[in-house]
């Protein structure tokens, strides 16, 4: 059995077991689990379970950032007078292969301030993006490539 269902198996119990149906309850007996699994992990077959859930946790700390910084950076330019956008509309060439790669790429880039996804190319290997703040072009794309791409990617395969 697949070790996230097994940990979702066990946070089930321990809320049943604590007659608790809170979802508080929920993640304590998540993290118990996975405490759990972790300390048996040498006595059942290797599994890229742990390394890929720290690779996720990671991965959200890191957007969570992201989106920070960019309202910040829009929030200034709201409040202060004078104008420091320079807008573009970017083609990003895509490393993502599968439509759930791209389309979760793609929804992650218009959910931080300041960037918006336009259009997939037909042969889904560019990515149309709307940029509120783009000093150098290349910058901003390699970027985007080294940043959420990348750790993007590292979650997915």
Same mark, same amino acid.
């Given at each position: 059995?697949?070790? $996230?269902?097994?940990?979702?198996? @066990?946070? @089930? *119990?321990?809320m049943?077991?604590?007659?608790?149906?809170?979802?508080?309850?929920? !993640? %304590? &007996?998540?993290?118990?689990? @996975?405490?759990?699994? !972790?300390?048996?992990?040498?006595? +059942?077959? =290797?599994? =890229?379970?742990?390394?890929?859930?720290f690779?996720? #946790?990671?991965? *959200?700390?890191?957007?969570?950032?992201?989106? #920070?910084?960019?309202?910040?950076?829009?929030?200034?330019?709201?409040?202060? /007078? &004078?104008? !420091?956008?320079? /807008?573009?509309? $970017?083609?990003? =060439?895509?490393?993502?292969? +599968?439509? $759930?790669?791209?389309?979760? @790429?793609a929804?992650? *880039? +218009?959910?931080?301030?300041? +960037?918006w996804?336009?259009?997939?190319?037909?042969?889904?290997?560019?990515?149309?993006?709307?940029?509120?703040?783009?000093?150098?072009?290349?910058?901003?794309?390699?970027? $985007?490539?080294? &940043?959420?791409?990348?750790?993007l990617? %590292?979650v997915?395969?």
């Amino acid at each position: 059995m697949n070790r $996230l269902m097994v940990n979702i198996m @066990f946070a @089930f *119990i321990w809320m049943f077991l604590q007659g608790n149906l809170h979802l508080f309850a929920f !993640f %304590e &007996g998540f993290f118990l689990g @996975f405490l759990f699994l !972790f300390i048996t992990r040498k006595s +059942t077959e =290797p599994t =890229p379970y742990f390394t890929r859930f720290f690779k996720v #946790i990671w991965f *959200i700390l890191y957007f969570i950032k992201e989106i #920070i910084v960019s309202n910040l950076k829009v929030a200034y330019d709201v409040a202060t /007078p &004078g104008y !420091f956008m320079k /807008p573009a509309i $970017l083609a990003i =060439p895509l490393d993502c292969k +599968t439509d $759930l790669e791209i389309t979760l @790429f793609a929804n992650m *880039i +218009t959910m931080t301030p300041g +960037t918006w996804s336009i259009d997939v190319s037909d042969d889904r290997k560019t990515l149309y993006i709307h940029a509120m703040y783009v000093d150098d072009i290349d910058t901003f794309i390699k970027d $985007l490539k080294n &940043g959420l791409e990348r750790k993007l990617l %590292e979650v997915m395969r």
